[in-house]
């Protein structure tokens, strides 16, 4: 929910708040315009939706440590595209790619994708690319890791080193122990109003 608190005050800056049961996590470039009628200002915002492990990133494997790898949901949530610019996601190590199509016209990326079935136990990363909104390369890579029977052992921001059998990650300090079943909220824009008062 998106509520606009102060906007009637004078001689007060309306401010924003934003509540709700989160979905995903990730960062969103967006912006906040004001206005009184007569003109309107605007305003870079940035919102960074953490998951309840205190991590953020535009990809999230909705899958709990343990759960079956194949079929398994993925989201993808970035802000600040190009708008119209091509975007893929790839699974590795053997390259698949599992989605692709266009940023949305407000620079927005929202998808929710499957992984494939028979990936081979091991290290394994999904891989986003587009354009960012000044041109430049946009890449976003989540690191998971399969077991011998096809379940989730891992996930991680950063490339995951050999598991032991627990499937605890010895040595990488950013391992989500708890899977990325993420909470957050997407937003492809947020306007508030000031409305002109005698």
Same mark, same amino acid.
């Given at each position: 929910m998106i509520e606009s608190l102060d906007e009637n005050t004078p001689g007060v800056i309306p401010t924003v708040r934003i509540s709700g049961t989160a979905k995903y996590a $990730? &960062?969103?470039?967006?912006? &906040? =315009?004001?206005?009184?009628?007569s003109s309107i200002g605007s305003a870079p915002l940035t919102i960074t939706i953490a998951s #309840?492990? $205190?991590t953020t990133g535009p990809i999230a494997i909705n899958a709990a440590i343990g759960a079956? *790898?194949?079929?398994? +949901?993925?989201?993808? &949530? *970035?802000? $600040?595209? =190009?708008?119209d610019a091509a975007w893929d996601a790839t699974v590795r190590s053997t390259p698949i790619v599992v989605g692709s199509g266009l940023v949305n016209f407000d620079g927005s990326l929202n998808r929710t994708l499957n992984l494939p079935a028979g990936l +081979?136990? $091991? #290290?394994? @990363? /999904?891989? &986003?690319? @587009?354009?960012?909104?000044d041109g430049s390369a946009f890449s976003a890579v989540l690191y998971f890791r399969v077991s011998a029977t096809g379940t989730l052992l891992a996930v991680s921001s950063t490339p995951i080193a050999l598991l032991a059998n627990t499937g605890a990650d010895l040595t990488t300090p950013a391992f989500l122990a708890g899977g990325l079943l993420l909470a957050g /909220? #997407?937003? #492809?824009? *947020?306007t508030v109003y000031r409305r002109r008062t005698a």
């Open positions: $990730g &960062v969103i470039e967006t912006g &906040v =315009q004001i206005g009184d009628f #309840a492990l $205190g079956p *790898v194949a079929g398994a +949901e993925f989201t993808i &949530v *970035v802000g $600040g595209l =190009q708008p +081979e136990a $091991g #290290a394994h @990363s /999904i891989t &986003v690319t @587009s354009t960012n909104a /909220i #997407a937003l #492809a824009g *947020v």
